[in-house]
């Protein structure tokens, strides 16, 4: 039996980055909670199967670093899914893997515009649709990498740092309106965005977590849904932690 069966039910979620990874780990476990999920993600043909697989009610396939489009599609969600309580922005991509003396400027941008730029427009888009209706959660996944910075990999350490700012600053302004914004920093994990990494930075990256492994999707997908849910009530403006031990603060 599962416990949290109807702890989503009457919520309808935004879930970016959600055709893979995270993203669509979280949006399966909220519609099988009872919640309807609208899948946004850069990938049609990815989008429109995880749509099938986990049930989705509504994709739309997007650039989130396009703020014109982030603005029309949550319009147009908001309208299908009779409102917006939940926004877990987790799109995102690695960039190059080099030193910063060599790092391509082209790559430095995209990575910003995704990543950082990306979660502002989600959350610009989607935060007055919850002010009005006095309730939201907002979860945006950050990384360990934003909090101790991985060598060979500044623009993904700076985007990430930047979503922590950013968010604190949000749950900040949000405090006692009913809407909750939280950030989430995980360890490296199993997931799709690992395949745009060297094996030599992802031994790198395990090498620094104490528990010796890398971290299971399903093991963030757990956190977020406690961030993303009505149990989450008193923590705001914050990050929570799925490391393995990795992260000092």
């Known amino acids: 039996m599962n416990a949290y069966r109807d702890r989503f039910a009457g919520r309808a979620a935004v879930v970016t980055g959600g055709a893979s ?3 669509k780990a979280a949006a399966a476990r909220i519609v099988a909670e009872g919640g309807k999920v609208a899948l946004w993600d850069l990938n049609a043909d990815a989008l429109k199967a995880a749509a099938e ?5 509504h994709v739309v396939a997007l650039d989130v670093a396009d703020a014109d489009a982030v603005a029309a599609a949550a319009e147009q969600t908001h309208r299908l899914l009779g409102g917006i309580d939940i926004l877990i922005a987790s ?6 893997t080099v030193p910063v003396q060599d790092f391509p400027l082209d790559s430095w941008r995209r990575v910003i515009d995704i990543n ?3 979660v502002f427009y989600c959350c610009r888009a989607i935060t007055p649709f919850m002010l009005k209706a006095g309730y939201g959660r907002i979860v945006n996944v950050a990384s360990v990498a934003g909090k101790e910075g991985n060598p060979n990999a500044s623009a993904y350490s700076a985007s990430k740092a930047g979503v922590i700012g950013f968010t604190k600053s949000l749950g900040k302004e949000l405090a006692g309106k009913g809407v909750i914004a939280n950030s989430l920093t995980p360890a490296t994990f199993e997931s799709p965005i690992l395949e745009q990494l060297p094996q030599s930075q992802v031994d790198y990256m395990r090498s620094k977590i104490p528990m010796g492994r890398l971290g299971e999707v399903d093991e963030s997908a757990a956190m977020v849904c406690f961030m993303a849910s009505e149990e989450c009530s008193f923590t705001t403006a914050s990050t929570f ?3 393995g031990g990795r992260t000092t603060y």
Do not use: F, Q, R, Y
């Not at 697989?53 to 009610?57: L, M, Q, T, V």
């Not at 799109?91 to 190059?96: E, K, N, Q, S, Y």
């Open 21 to 23: 990874g995270l993203g």
């Open 53 to 57: 697989e986990i049930g989705a009610s």
């Open 91 to 96: 799109a995102g991509i690695t960039g190059a």
């Open 116 to 118: 950082l730029n990306g």
């Open 241 to 243: 932690d799925t490391s």
